[in-house]
């Protein structure tokens, strides 16, 4: 029982540093102000259209496509595996499951290869290309390291039966963390493994180069519309200093 | 200046392999302490300037949401590492883009990041040092701010940002570049850049009269200071007698003249160039444009009209409209002042590539494209106005409407690779506070990528007029473009083509 209580608190802390960092950092970039405009044109000029750049960007990462097919290749493999990935896993915290959540099942098991595929590509470029290597830092190996071994973790519990867990009991814990209706977790070392790096990648999103998911949704070249000279744009500090003529 | 070698045209750009520190000689004079005392800031560096200089960042990140969001978002994922006009000219990794910006970033994340406080080395978080100021002031004067990285991040990080950024922290403790802040100085001594006073000035614009009266016997007039004008033009003050940017000066003239324009220049506001926007300083640049707000509310103007000039072109139609109240949609009163007396019918400010197509479009001006039949001409795409303004309506405007005024003024037109024009050109490698002499070596070496898209179109169409809509680009080609063993009159403004193809007199 004393495992399965400090996995619940892991998970519990884990989600409380999750969300409490997250709403902290989107609150400070939604609260700091943008005085200029600096969209990197051609850029929309309509609110739809720049709500229609931004879904570029972050489905299909239309600007990354544009730099370099390498990088965009194995970021985009990786992302979208892992978005599989993740709705498939919901399947471990609703019950009845969802319809779609069982439909994207049989996809979301094998995504898992395409996660590990993906973050190994990154992490190669990172040894081969001199340019990449320079500015790799050792946050950016190890970052890569916890996501390819939770994605290893992870593929091997799906695919060799010696490492399978008990995964009805796993989805009672799940729920019980939800229900605060405390359940044991089964003891599988891989099981264990899995959970503890989910946990710490939690933990260390909102502190880390992570950000980068809210922070493309708050990019002023990003996310303005370009009409500068139909609509006067002033924030308050600059506002101070046209009172103070 | 130490001898250097200018990089070889090849086939096709390469990516070169990284050269540690074969760019970290590279000095740009300093700013003396009186010059730094007239923008406001501090005249030398003082005891404790490392707490101020990480105060001075933590305040802007709170002034700056791009600041903040770009500093956070970075990934090092290496999309930006091969973009840069400087790295791909030098090969000195910290002209990478990102490395770039990690010269600020480094100091960020040690000050005001968890992981960088508690593990600095995990995430290569470094003090503010001075071994550290040196570094960007090495470095953050070899960036023109030209935005081609925030092009292809996939979150949009602009090193101009980070770059405007470190120069306003490096000016916060007295660490100013002498070009950018003395120039800002005669700006407000004397209201342009090159510190030609009113008198000077007029009788430029009188000796131009007379030259062109010479040349096509019709009375093109350059007013100054003409009250009660309907039109102000404000234009780099480098159109006044620099070669090649006379000739567009001329164009404009004749364009004005033909159209039956009542125009103006003002001596308050004889500079379109502002260099506040270089050193990141919201104030200083604000300082700058209020001279041509006040010359357009003394002068009683109706439109306000920019000429040639990338980075001020930014300035006008991104930042007027915030900083000065120039454009429209103003609800308060500051804004109302003004731009009540503009007329709404034109966008203001207005580009004069966006007026002389408005013209050629309405039929309003007759050009004889054999007039240049000698020019076999391409167009460089000065990078701020490519990817930080507009021109007309449509996105993308300021890459059509250039090209159609050559058109209308010339036979033969070519353009250069497509990866090297439009929202992919390559900057000059003179802008953003990098034009002069004590950093000609990062700008010779800068302006390699265009000098390669250049040789193909030279190779392959005979091209031999380089046309550009920007002083900056149009100074720094004439300085570099020797380097390559191209000739130096092969820059010319686009207007210096219409100039040569209008028919002046009376429309048939």
């Known amino acids: 029982m004393s495992v399965s209580l400090v996995y ?3 998970f519990y802390a884990a989600t409380a540093i999750l969300v409490g960092g997250l709403i902290y950092r989107i609150r400070v970039y939604a609260r700091t102000p943008v005085p200029l405009k600096i969209p990197t044109t051609p850029a929309p000029t309509t609110r739809t259209g720049v709500l229609f750049r931004m879904f570029r960007e972050i489905t299909v990462f239309e600007s990354l496509f544009k730099s370099n097919k390498w990088i965009w290749l194995f970021g985009w493999l990786f992302h979208f595996t892992m978005l599989l990935v993740l709705l498939r896993h919901l399947r471990y915290f609703t019950h009845p499951v969802w319809f779609w959540v069982d439909l994207i099942q049989p996809f979301g098991i094998y995504a898992g290869f395409g996660m590990a595929a993906g973050l190994l590509g990154l992490w190669a470029r990172r ?12 946050s950016d190996h190890l970052m890569l390291i916890l996501l390819i071994a939770i994605a290893i973790t992870g593929l091997l519990m799906s695919f060799v039966p010696e490492w399978r867990t008990d995964i009805v009991a796993l989805k009672a814990f799940m729920l019980g963390l939800l229900y605060f209706d405390w359940q044991p977790l089964p003891e599988d070392p891989m099981l264990m493994i899995h959970l503890g790096l989910v946990a710490t990648l939690m933990m260390i999103f909102p502190i880390s180069k992570l950000l980068h998911a809210p922070g493309v949704f708050f990019s002023p070249t990003r996310n303005q519309i370009d009409n500068p000279r139909e609509k006067r744009l002033l924030s308050a500090w600059a506002a101070k200093l046209e009172s103070s003529e | 200046m130490a001898d250097f070698e200018t990089p070889a045209l090849t086939e096709f750009q390469l990516v070169p392999h990284i050269k540690k520190g074969s760019m970290a000689h590279s000095q740009t004079f300093a700013a003396k302490p009186e010059f730094q005392e007239d923008l406001g800031f501090p005249g030398e560096l003082e005891e404790g300037w490392e707490d101020v200089a990480v105060k001075k960042l933590g305040e802007l990140t709170t002034k700056y949401r791009g600041l903040k969001v770009f500093l956070d978002s970075c990934v090092k994922c290496g999309a930006c590492t091969d973009k840069c006009h400087y790295y791909l000219g030098t090969a000195d990794p910290l002209n990478m883009p990102v490395a770039r910006q990690d010269l600020l970033r480094s100091v960020y994340r040690r000050y005001y990041t968890f992981a960088g406080k508690y593990f600095p080395w995990l995430v290569g978080a470094r ?3 001075k071994g550290m100021l040196d570094k960007w002031y090495c470095y953050f004067h070899q960036c023109s701010q030209c935005r081609r990285c925030s092009v292809f991040c996939p979150y949009g990080i602009d090193t101009a940002e980070i770059s405007m950024a470190a120069r306003e922290i490096m000016d916060a403790v007295s660490v100013g570049q002498k070009y950018c802040n003395e120039i800002i100085g005669k700006v407000y001594k004397i209201g342009n850049n090159l510190g030609l006073p009113e008198k000077a000035l007029v009788n430029t614009l009188e000796g131009l009269e007379e030259d062109v009266k010479d040349e096509t016997g019709i009375d093109v007039r350059f007013p100054v200071d003409q009250a009660g004008a309907d039109v102000l033009l404000i234009t780099p003050s480098a159109d006044f007698f620099a070669e090649p940017h006379i000739d567009g000066l001329i164009g404009y003239g004749k364009v004005f003249h033909q159209a039956g324009i009542n125009w103006t220049l ?3 506001a004889s500079e379109a160039g502002n260099f506040g926007m270089f050193i990141g300083s919201y104030e200083n640049m604000r300082r700058v444009a209020l001279r041509i707000r006040e010359a357009a509310l003394d002068l009683k103007v109706k439109r306000i ?16 409209n915030t900083l000065i109240g120039v454009g429209h949609g103003g609800n308060d009163p500051y804004a109302k002042a ?3 007396q503009l007329d709404p019918n034109y966008p203001a400010p207005q580009h004069i590539i966006e007026l002389t197509y408005d013209l050629i479009q309405k039929g309003a001006l007759t050009l004889d494209k054999s ?38 003024s010339v036979n033969h037109y070519f353009d250069m690779a497509p990866e090297t024009i439009h929202e992919n050109t390559f900057c000059c490698g003179g802008g953003g506070g990098i034009l002069t002499d004590d950093l000609i070596e990062i700008r010779v070496k800068g302006a390699q990528p265009r000098m390669q898209a250049l040789m193909d179109v030279v190779q392959e169409y005979d091209v031999n007029y380089l046309a550009a809509i920007c002083a900056i680009c149009k100074s720094q080609f004439s300085k570099v473009l020797p380097y390559y063993k191209f000739p130096m009159d092969m820059i010319g403004s686009v207007h210096g083509l219409v100039s040569n193809a209008i028919q002046l007199g009376a429309k048939q």
């Open chain 2, 127 to 129: 003090k503010m040092t």
């Open chain 2, 371 to 408: 007039a240049n039949d000698d020019q076999r001409v391409t167009f460089h795409d000065s990078c701020n106005v490519a990817r930080a303004s507009r021109m007309g309506t449509m996105p993308g405007g300021q890459f059509v409407l250039p090209r159609e005024v050559i058109k209308s």
């Open chain 2, 338 to 340: 003004l731009q009540q």
């Open chain 1, 8 to 10: 619940a608190v892991l």
């Open chain 1, 127 to 138: 040894f081969l290309v001199d340019r990449v290597r320079y500015i790799s830092s050792l």
């Open chain 2, 266 to 268: 003002s001596s308050h």
């Open chain 2, 305 to 320: 009209v920019v000429g040639e000039c990338g980075h001020a072109w930014r300035v006008a139609y991104s930042f007027w």
